[in-house]
């Protein structure tokens, strides 16, 4: 289907908290762009849609529930259709303990949900048979096991390979989709808010605009920004037999309190 007024439609899940909240509220600023947004907490999703109720839809949707492709096939029928599927949703956070609450649930959302969204992403383009991208943000951890978040670099290294296997798929399949992968470093957003100190954080909103523009060039993958991409290619020069020695942590953050 073939959007109205010439404007393109985008889909963001994950959309009421940090990185996608500020990626929704910038494409509907922009005002070029008709917005599907959607996460679990609906009233910060409805604040959002008052920035422009004519141009946004919102759908309430877990990513970890059965229902959540079907909620998402509503929201692009909703909109009549979607050009660009961008999934934020994700958790993670520091578990040495390797508290199994913590890996159950960064596991359900980062693999289970990913996959769910991604594979529903890719269904809708394959049989409207219209080119679109697919985007998602993982992460740099992807690139080795880090002791202390072991569920979550595990997660987003999955995150990169599904990416890679569904542009296969798109190849083999005849599907004109393009896959972009976009792998931020440190983020001021809830995410990291654990009481720990993160250094070289990026805000929200430059992570944001970093992003629309890796999607507007479609780029295959985008590391952001340019510090973490030397990181990480230092990361990957570390021997194995180096690496787990490393104790990779992050200092507790100072509370000052007035006497
Ligand atoms: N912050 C960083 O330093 C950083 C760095 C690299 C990559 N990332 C990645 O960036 C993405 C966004 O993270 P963020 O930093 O913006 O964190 P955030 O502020 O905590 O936002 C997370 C978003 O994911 C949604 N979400 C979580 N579980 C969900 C579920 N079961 N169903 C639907 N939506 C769900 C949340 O919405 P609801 O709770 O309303 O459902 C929220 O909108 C994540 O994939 C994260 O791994 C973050």
Known sequence: ?????GMKRIIIVGASSGIGQSLATQYILSGTWQVGIAARRSDRLEALRNLAPDRVYTATIDITADDAATRLSQLIATMGGMDVF???????????????????????????GFTMMIDAAYGYFKSAGTPGQIAAITSIAGTRGIGIAASYSATKRYQWCYLTAIEQLAHTQHVDVAITDLRPGFVSTPLLD?????????????????????IAHRRRVAIINRPYAVLVFIWRLIPRCVWKRLALKTAKKQIVKNQ
């Open 1 to 5: 289907m073939k959007p109205q007024n």
């Open 86 to 112: 961008l999934l934020s949703s994700g958790t993670g956070k520091q578990n040495p303990s390797l508290n199994p609450d913590i890996e159950r649930l960064t596991i359900d959302t980062n693999v289970k």
């Open 194 to 214: 654990d009481g720990n100190n993160y250094p070289f954080k990026l805000s929200a909103d430059y992570t944001a605009r970093a992003i629309r523009r890796a």
